[in-house]
């Protein structure tokens, strides 16, 4: 324990300290992940689109790019799962997703219809073989007219 206390102190200013079940800035979520060894680090998830607040039609194709990376840990050895969290609930996205490129990069698209009309919180949610996860969200809209995140 005072092991770990004073590993804590040392990273901090690097990478802060992860804690269980708490939720950074990064929205990096460290639940079941509260080793502080590079393996059990959890994966970092960066998504650049869709781009925040774009209003998509249901014939639309809505892309998402991306990036994750987890320390140490093969692409193909992480669980890729994307949600819809507008709702308390999250929701699945009954879509196909495609491993992480050799160059850390994710790329797919989803038919705009897949999304009932109204605003949208989809987020990449990556496991990695230690239990450790990492999400991004991107917030988007289908037939609607504005797009405000309130
Ligand atoms: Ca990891």
Redesign the pocket.
Known sequence: MALRFALCLLLVPLLGCPTGGTTDDDDTVSSDCTDITA?????EVTLTAPPQSQIYAASDSIPVLGTVT????DPADLGLELLDVINVTPEAIDIALPDVGTDDSISFSIPGGTFSMGQHVIRLRVT?P?G?QGVDDRFFCVDTADCVDN
């Open positions: 393996a059990q680090n959890p994966p987890d320390e140490g840990t990695d230690d450790c």
